[in-house]
């Protein structure tokens, strides 16, 4: 239905309003831009917010329930939850960077190369891609850190890296939409090279898909991390990982509930609003895929 | 359709050998001498025991001979010793691996039993507040750990309720796990359902079926849910594969029998031959399982059964 | 009384109006074309009369009547008991209105088990009746088959055939024939004309193409802009238009039996772009399968002159597309040689290529992906005046207003991006943006047939104009025979990857020798509804072709 997408009469052609009022007037944006406002607030005013020093032990008895004194309570050597949790924010966000950076660079370097120089290169980067996805990002996360040892830095490396293929398959499916259409011909036809025509054309033109699921990719990997950490393999103690002080405090389940309750809270709460902010910035970006 | 098989299939052979290939590098890929920081942890092993090790590891040898002769010996099933306890790794994973494999299929089953009517249901009133209700529910459901998902569960059927038992084995003792790793894996389920029926309700041909005037219910079940089915079979894959991961979290809070508490135990230990089994045997089930999906998704699509 | 009476209707896409009281009838056996360009409404309208209005438009006014009942307040329900029975459906896109994992069988006897309680061998015999009038062979074999097994035209006759199976006595057709071939097209179009006459079903026909309006229409009603311009009978609509809009509109279509062009290239030693023995393959790589793959071009030799417009004319998968992107080094010829002005560019790599870019450039269909979305007209002019000419700052400014100048822009609009601009001003700038590095040939890929007629006749015209001041030469390549009389002084055509026909435009257009070159010129529609109609001409089984051999002055035809 040509007729259709043209029906817009030329006054309405003017320019949109801007991306991130379009993703703050959806109630899924606005509620996931603010969870995430927080969590930054967290993160950075953490030493002015927190009541206690997080690593600081017997600040209050040890297995404190929630009260006045300390807010979420003490865990087991008596360090105040909310504090850790607090300082937990910092390591959190810097685990989704980091991870996601890796991805997303990684990502898009071997996607849109794929895409813009065809042929061999193509054929070997997206069957390396194609093996490397069917291995799993869990088992790619598994190896590395068996192979470089548990600790923070080595889950974040390894949550990042696991999650390359995917991160180069999107790239390149959007990439090779774009490389077919005669604006990039046209511009090849105009004489770019290689650079400009990735860096200049391909990439802005790649980057809106890529941001959104970079987006929901943090969420990915705030999960993942926290999973290593959980199982022991990722942040190793006394750092106020979440997902560590969730399975510190299972030990504790029956006399403390609250040191397994607030740190996984904190993870859903960080992951939900990723995940919503993402869906809002997608709905943004393409209208097509509103309620998808 | 047999073009489309033998390259899937070729693709997932490719996939196993380049694990082998991945597994023998991993213990030269870590940092310092491997072979002391596996035995770092049992005291009093001198300098000429560790080379004995080392010589029967193969890892004095130039690194393409303990290749083959690795690639030699996994032909005949064998994967090695333990460095603890000198057992047979593979005959520990293959014991282990039924469990994880009852636990992932059971996950998968509870997933797809809630997730994908729940999807197809939202998809099918789409835009209505039971739409926005699913869908709410499933993005909730996605941001729960499923770690933490299992200790509130495990909190509240087992030790408060005393109802199920709080690790173990047995079918008892499988309902935790599997409610587990299903219900967070449910709200996936649903949200890519709901997104692929989306996909297919806005294809010509279901405006050509609602032109020829069949009753809504026909449009949907023969042309929507048919079509839609299609991608939800690829979609299994990608499942199983976030079942297999979850349940190696999912093990170890119920401590669970199967290959992932395995891993984990291993890779504390840093005994490395559990480690390169694990990763062949984790490698290889998914493969497996991804030819079969792939043979369903091509006995489902007539365009590539019938090429 | 009328089969189809629409009063006063009204569309809307949420508040944007797009159809406003529209007024509509059609009588028992009559055939209406509604007619209009793109943003006209009639597709919507016509979506609206079966109930099937996509989401975000609804209908804010009018009445509806099919048969004398008035159908436009029904529920969802009860319009589908109409729709089948009352009132038949087909639409443009043939390869997707089927669905891919049902047999034709169950997707025909599905509808006739619902209405008419057809079940069985019964619903299987009528099923296989309609695809044998609908012209489809071994039709009882083809109910087992699955869509993807049958060509874009066979799926628009199954098309036809499950909708008439019915018996409605309104049959909608939306642009049924704008995605397929023009000997696909004209088969199809006899086959519906037949049909219709036959089991006396109504037609509603909506088409931006005159030809096809002048072919079928017993009356015409003219669309713009989501309101009725004009309404009369095919005769009078064509004859005598009584409305400004309705004359531009006639005036701009391309016609079978306009003039020729007539000014002569001018006379040159050597070509502008010269292809020598070019073959080209598809399919053939992969690491199992050894089979050799589709041949796409095959031994072609062709040459366009300084000045000069060569056609390049087919139909789909004639390689008429890869082989304008060999002539820009977008794609690479398997065996033989590109030239341009004298020097082969076949085997350039690198920085000489890039250099040899600046004289062979192109100009794409489609206007909305033919500029980048994120670059103003002045920065994708700026691209090929800074790389091949080395300008910057206000010299560069400077030039890339002139460019738009001479597309028929104006400076001013260097900082707009391509979404500010319509479809037509798009093609504008691109090919403006193929004129900035000063090419001696300019390829253009079928550069006008995304575009509303009226828009159409106004590019060609720069083009034309464009040719006279500068001396460039083109390659135009176009499924539309009527725009190549109007801008081609010499025609290639093309078929299953080979030359079947090379020669003037005049000897070409009016003395085809080639079987298959006279059933491309019997096929195309004239805007005429007067004009005498042979029954259409298969083109017959595309072996027959030889090597060329000469005719005429300049005139060669394969086999």
């Known amino acids: 239905m040509a007729d259709i997408a043209q029906t817009a009469p030329p006054e309405t052609r003017r320019k949109a309003r801007p991306l991130w009022r379009r993703i703050l007037r959806s109630p899924g944006g606005a509620i996931g831009a603010a969870l995430v406002l927080a969590l930054v607030v967290s993160a950075l005013a953490a030493p002015w917010l927190a009541p206690f020093d997080p690593a600081k032990m017997a600040a209050g008895r040890p297995l404190t329930a929630p009260g006045a004194a300390h807010l979420l309570g003490t865990d087991e050597l008596g360090r105040d939850v909310l504090s850790r949790i607090l300082y937990g924010a910092r390591l959190t966000l ?75 398959r999107t790239a390149y499916a959007t990439a090779l939409g774009e490389v077919a259409k005669p604006y990039y011909e046209g511009a090849i036809a105009a004489g770019a090279g290689h650079m400009r025509l990735i860096l200049r054309h391909l990439l802005p033109n790649v980057l809106p898909v890529m941001i959104v699921v970079a987006t929901l990719g943090l969420s990915n990997a705030i999960l993942a991390a926290a999973a290593l950490g959980f199982l022991g393999l990722g942040a190793q103690p006394p750092q106020p990982e979440w997902g560590y002080m969730l399975s510190a405090g299972r030990d504790f389940m029956t006399r403390a509930p609250w040191l397994m309750l607030y740190p996984g809270l904190a993870i859903a709460l960080t992951v939900f609003a990723f995940n919503i902010l993402g869906d809002a910035l997608r709905e943004a970006i393409d209208p097509r895929s509103e309620g998808r | ?205 279901v405006r050509t079926a609602n032109a020829k005037g069949l009753p809504k219910a026909m449009v949907q079940s023969r042309h929507v849910l048919r079509s839609g089915l299609i991608p939800v079979v690829t979609m299994m894959g990608l499942q199983f594969t976030y079942m297999m991961g979850g349940a190696i979290v999912v093990e170890n809070i119920f401590a669970w029998n199967g290959i992932g508490r395995l891993a984990i135990e291993a890779i504390f230990q840093r005994d490395y031959p559990v480690i390169q089994g694990f990763i062949l045997v984790f490698a290889t089930t998914v493969v497996v399982v991804m030819f079969l999906l792939d043979l369903v998704y091509a006995l489902l699509d007539p365009r590539i059964r019938r090429s | 009384m009328p089969v189809l009476d629409v009063t006063g209707l009204s569309i809307a896409f949420g508040a944007l109006p797009v159809v406003e009281n529209l007024d509509l009838f059609i009588a028992k056996g009559e055939t209406l074309a509604l007619v209009g360009e793109s943003g006209s409404g009639k597709s919507v309208s016509a979506l609206s009369l079966m ?32 729709r089948g029975p009352r009132m038949g459906m087909i639409f443009q896109e043939p390869m997707t209105s089927l669905t891919p994992v049902l047999t034709i069988g169950r997707q025909m006897t599905e509808a006739l088990a619902v209405h008419k309680g057809m079940t069985g061998p019964a619903a299987r015999a009528r099923a296989v009746e309609m695809l044998d009038a609908a012209g489809i062979p071994q039709p009882a074999a083809r109910l087992a088959q699955y869509p993807h097994e049958f060509s874009g035209g066979m799926r628009q006759r199954v098309m036809i055939a499950m909708t008439l199976a019915l018996e409605p006595e309104l049959l909608i057709a939306d642009e049924p024939t704008t995605a397929l071939d023009v000997t696909v097209q004209a088969q199809i179009l006899a086959l519906m004309r037949q049909l219709a006459r036959e089991t006396g079903t109504s037609l509603l026909l909506i088409t931006h193409d005159m030809g096809v309006v002048a072919e079928m229409a017993d009356r015409v009603a ?14 009078d609509i064509f004859a005598a238009p009584a409305q400004g809009y309705t004359r531009d509109l006639l005036a701009a279509v391309p016609r079978m039996d306009g003039p020729l062009r007539r000014d002569p290239p001018p006379a040159a030693d050597r070509s502008a772009l010269a292809f020598r023995g070019i073959g080209r393959s598809f399919g053939a790589r992969g690491l199992l399968s050894r089979r050799a793959g589709h041949r796409a071009l095959d031994g072609i030799d062709l040459a366009v002159a300084p000045g000069e417009t060569l056609a390049l004319v087919g139909e789909s998968g004639s390689g008429k597309s890869t082989l304008g992107r060999i002539g820009a080094r977008l794609d690479l010829a398997h065996e033989g040689s590109v030239h341009v002005a004298g020097e082969e560019i076949t085997g350039l790599r690198g920085a000489a290529l890039r250099k040899a870019r600046a004289r062979v450039q192109m100009v794409f269909q489609d206007p909305f992906a033919s500029l980048d979305p994120r670059f103003t007209a002045g920065a994708t002019l700026a691209e090929p005046l800074a790389i091949h000419r080395g300008l910057s700052g206000k010299a560069l400014r400077l030039a890339a207003g002139e460019l738009m100048e001479r597309v028929g822009l104006s400076a001013a609009m260097l900082d707009r991006l391509p979404h500010e601009f319509s479809g037509g001003q798009r093609q504008r700038i691109a090919i403006a943006r193929a004129l900035a590095p000063s090419p001696q040939v300019v390829i253009a890929d079928e550069p006008t047939s995304a575009l509303d007629v009226s828009v159409q006749a106004a590019i060609l015209e720069l083009l034309l104009g464009l040719q006279r001041d500068t001396g460039l030469a083109f390659l135009f390549i176009t499924h539309d025979l009527a725009v190549v009389r109007r801008i081609a002084h010499r025609v290639a055509v093309l078929r299953g990857g080979r030359l079947m026909e090379l020669g003037p435009a005049e000897a070409v257009m009016d003395r085809p020798q080639h079987p298959y070159t006279q059933a491309l010129i019997a096929a195309a529609p004239v805007p005429d509804p007067g004009a005498l109609r042979a029954p259409p001409v298969p083109p017959g089984p595309p072996a027959a072709a030889g090597p060329l051999h000469q005719t005429g002055a300049g005139h060669w035809v394969a086999g």
């Open chain 1, 94 to 168: 810097q685990i989704g960077a980091i991870a996601v950076g890796i991805s997303l660079v990684l990502g898009l370097v071997t996607g849109l190369s794929a895409a813009h120089f065809g042929g061999w290169p193509e054929r070997i980067l997206m069957r390396a891609t194609d093996v490397l996805f069917s291995f799993t990002e869990t088992l790619i996360a598994l190896a590395f850190v068996a192979v470089l040892g548990p600790s923070l830095t080595n889950a974040m490396v390894a949550v990042g890296v696991a999650a390359v293929p995917f991160y180069a």
């Open chain 2, 1 to 205: 359709m047999l073009s489309y098989l033998s390259k899937r299939l070729a693709m997932g052979l490719a996939t196993i050998l380049v694990a082998t290939v991945a597994v023998t590098l991993l213990i030269h890929l870590v940092p310092g001498d491997p072979v002391q920081i596996m035995y770092a942890q049992s005291q009093g092993t001198t300098p000429e025991q560790l080379e004995e090790i080392r010589a029967r590891l193969g890892l004095d040898q130039p690194i393409a001979v303990q290749y083959v002769q690795y690639l030699g010996r996994l032909l005949q099933g064998d994967m090695g010793v333990t460095i603890r306890g000198q057992q047979p790794v593979a005959d520990l994973l293959m014991a282990r691996l039924p469990n994880t494999l009852l636990l992932a299929f059971s996950a998968m089953a509870i997933a797809v039993a809630i997730g994908l009517p729940a999807g197809f249901w939202a998809a099918s009133r789409r835009g209505t507040w039971v739409d926005s209700a699913v869908m709410m529910t499933a993005i909730a459901g996605v941001s729960i750990p499923h770690f933490w998902l299992g200790l509130v569960l495990m909190f509240w059927f087992a030790v408060d309720l005393g109802w199920l038992p709080v690790a173990g084995g047995g079918p008892l003792a499988l309902v935790l796990p599997a409610m587990t790793l299903g219900l967070s894996n449910a709200a996936i389920v649903a949200r890519m359902t709901r997104s692929s029926m989306i996909d297919v309700m806005e294809q010509d041909f």
């Open chain 3, 51 to 82: 109930g099937l209005l996509p989401r975000g438009a609804r209908r804010t006014g009018g009445r509806i009547r099919l048969g004398g009942t008035d159908i436009t307040d029904l529920a969802d329900r009860e319009m589908r008991r109409l």
């Open chain 3, 222 to 235: 003219v669309m713009r802009r989501g309101h009725l311009v004009e309404t009369g009978t095919a005769r």
